[in-house]
């Protein structure tokens, strides 16, 4: 059964980083570097948003296979490690609209910000920014 499990969530001051993980487990057919990585995040009240998403297939993560959210672009960046079957979210300059619960999910196929894309969702990873 595939899965995925965020981790690195916390409480931080504005200004400062955090770095979430998503774990994959579980992908056999096809297998996990298929697929692509969706980042979302959900604040009270509101729908899930797309903050940014990559590809796990490609050789090397470019503009053309990751994409960001407007508002945190130049502030967030997305990674991978195909061995460890991990996909990161490097998040700088943190301000308090970035509070939110965070998810992972994956799809088969191409990158989207769109949650509706996605197949397998990890259970969220609480991110606070506060004074």
């Known amino acids: 059964q595939p899965q995925l499990v965020e981790s690195g969530g916390g409480v931080v001051q504005p200004g400062g980083s955090l770095r979430l993980s998503c774990a994959a487990s579980g992908f056999t057919g096809p297998p996990f570097t298929h697929y692509a990585i969706g980042w979302f995040r959900q604040t009270p009240g509101q729908g899930l948003e797309g903050v940014a998403c990559?590809?796990?297939?490609?050789?090397?993560?470019?503009?053309?296979?990751?994409y960001y959210k407007q508002a945190v672009k130049g502030r967030f960046t997305v990674s991978r490690d195909k061995t460890k079957m991990t996909a990161y979210l490097q998040m700088d300059s943190l301000n308090s609209e970035d509070t939110a619960v965070y998810y992972c999910a994956a799809r088969p196929g191409v990158p989207t910000l769109l949650s509706t894309d996605y197949e397998y969702w990890g259970r969220g990873a609480q991110v606070t920014v506060s004074s």
């Open positions: 990559l590809s796990m297939t490609d050789p090397a993560l470019n503009t053309g296979n990751t």
